[in-house]
C-alpha cells in the first residue's frame, strides 16, 4: 500500500439502479414516471438561449423558491431547493445530524440513508419493520440524534398514516425529524399539513417522480425558516449554484401545471390498482403500496431468478439482496401499455 492510500476516504457507494442502453425495453427499475413532463416545460427549455448559460444561475433559485412556496402555501423562507432530493437529503444530513447519539432509520429503507451516515461518520441504529412491512412508531420515541424515513416507505411502497408521523415528530421535540416524501403524490397524505405545529418536522419531495423529471435533478425541503437558513449555510459552504438555468426554468414550469400533474399521478394510481390485483391472480404477495412502486415477492419463483429471466426478456425490475428483500422485486408502475407486456410475459413464464 502507497503511503497516500492511507489518507484515502473509504466508502460503500450507493448502487443506483441500472439505465441500460438502447431501445426496446420496458424499463420499471427506477421508479421514473411513465409519461413526460408537463407540456410547459417543454416550451420553457424551448425559449432558453445558450447566451444565457455565459453567466452562473441565480444561487438563491428565487423563481423556483417562489413557485414551490406559493404552490405548498408556505413562506418563501421556508422552501429549500436541490440537485434532486438525494442532494437536499445529503445536506440535511450534514446540517442536522451532529448529535453523538445515533440517528434513526428504518432496517428496511432507502438504502442511500445508510452510505450517507457512513459518508459523513453519523453514528446509527436501524430499527426493524414489523412483520407486514411497515414502521412502529415506538421504536422512535428512544433517545436519538435525529430521525429520517421515508413516507410511503422504499422498497415497501407502505404508508405510515399521519397520525402516526405526527406522533414520531411530537415524540422527539429535541431533534429534526425527516420525512422523505419522495413519492407521497400518488396516494399519501403529506406532513406539510404538520409545518405550523412542528418546527422540528423537515419535508422533502422531489420533481423525479410525480413531476416526471429525474432527469432534471430537482429536490426541496420544506420547513422553518430556522431550519431552512441552517440548509443554506451549510449549501454556501459547499456550493453555492447547485441549481443550473434550465433546472430553474423548467421547475418553475412544472409547477405551473397544476392540471396535468394531477392528471398524470392519477393515471399511475389507476394502473398501480389494475396492476395489484393482476399481480395477486398470477401468485404473487405485497404490501399494499402507495407508492409508484409494487413490491411483489412469487409463490415459487425466487427473487433473482425471475429478475434475471426478467431481464433476458429485455424487461428490467429491481432486485435488492438481504434478509427479507430477496424474494422480492420492486416493479415501477408504468404506462397501462408496459404493464400489459409485464403481466404478458409474466402470464406465459409461470
Ligand atoms: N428518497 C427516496 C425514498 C427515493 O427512493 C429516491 C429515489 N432514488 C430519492 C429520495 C432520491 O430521488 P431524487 O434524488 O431523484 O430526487
Redesign the pocket.
Known amino acids: 500500500m502507497r503511503a497516500w492510500e492511507a489518507n484515502i476516504r473509504r466508502v460503500v457507494p450507493y448502487v443506483?439502479g441500472e439505465q441500460p442502453r438502447g431501445g426496446n425495453l420496458i424499463k420499471l427499475n427506477?421508479?421514473e414516471n411513465p409519461y413526460p413532463p408537463a407540456p410547459g416545460v417543454a416550451e420553457a427549455l424551448a425559449q432558453m438561449s445558450v447566451e444565457g448559460l455565459r453567466k452562473y444561475p441565480d444561487p438563491t433559485a428565487h423563481d423556483l423558491v417562489r413557485s414551490l412556496a406559493e404552490y405548498y402555501g408556505v413562506g418563501e423562507d421556508q422552501v429549500f431547493v436541490g440537485v434532486?432530493?438525494?442532494?437536499v437529503?445529503a445536506m440535511s444530513f450534514l446540517t442536522f445530524f451532529n448529535s453523538e447519539k445515533p440517528i434513526l432509520f428504518p432496517d428496511i429503507s432507502?438504502s442511500?440513508y445508510k452510505v450517507w451516515a457512513d459518508l459523513f461518520r453519523i453514528p446509527y441504529e436501524t430499527p426493524a419493520l414489523d412483520e407486514n412491512f411497515c414502521i412502529r412508531g415506538e421504536d422512535y420515541l428512544r433517545e436519538n440524534g435525529g430521525i429520517i424515513f421515508?413516507n410511503p416507505n422504499?422498497p415497501t411502497g407502505v404508508l405510515l398514516p399521519l397520525s402516526e408521523v405526527e406522533a414520531i415528530v411530537r415524540g422527539n421535540p429535541d431533534v429534526i425529524v425527516i420525512v422523505?416524501e419522495?413519492?407521497i403524490d400518488f396516494g399519501g397524505v403529506s406532513a406539510l399539513k404538520l409545518l405550523e405545529r412542528y418546527e422540528n418536522l423537515l419535508v422533502v419531495q422531489?420533481?423525479?417522480k410525480s413531476r416526471s423529471m429525474?432527469g432534471m435533478?430537482i429536490?426541496f425541503a420544506i420547513g422553518n425558516p430556522r431550519l431552512i437558513r441552517a440548509l443554506n449555510d451549510v449549501k454556501y459552504s459547499y456550493n453555492s449554484y447547485t441549481m443550473n438555468l434550465p433546472s430553474i426554468r423548467a421547475g418553475v414550469a412544472a409547477v405551473k401545471d397544476e392540471a396535468y400533474f394531477k392528471k398524470t399521478t392519477a393515471k399511475i394510481i389507476a394502473t398501480r390498482e389494475r396492476a395489484k390485483g393482476k399481480l395477486r391472480e398470477l401468485g404473487f404477495s405485497f404490501p399494499d403500496s402507495k407508492a409508484n412502486f409494487i413490491f411483489a415477492a412469487h409463490e415459487s419463483v425466487p427473487g433473482a431468478q425471475l429478475f434475471e429471466d426478467l431481464k433476458k426478456a429485455r424487461i428490467y425490475v429491481r432486485h435488492f439482496n438481504g434478509p427479507r428483500l430477496d424474494d422480492y422485486l420492486r416493479i415501477t408502475v408504468g404506462s397501462d401499455e408496459e404493464m400489459d407486456a409485464l403481466f404478458a410475459f409474466l402470464e406465459e413464464y409461470l
Open positions: 443506483p427506477t421508479n434532486g432530493s438525494d442532494d437529503i432507502y442511500f421515508p422504499a422523505d419522495a413519492y422531489t420533481f423525479s429525474a435533478r429536490g
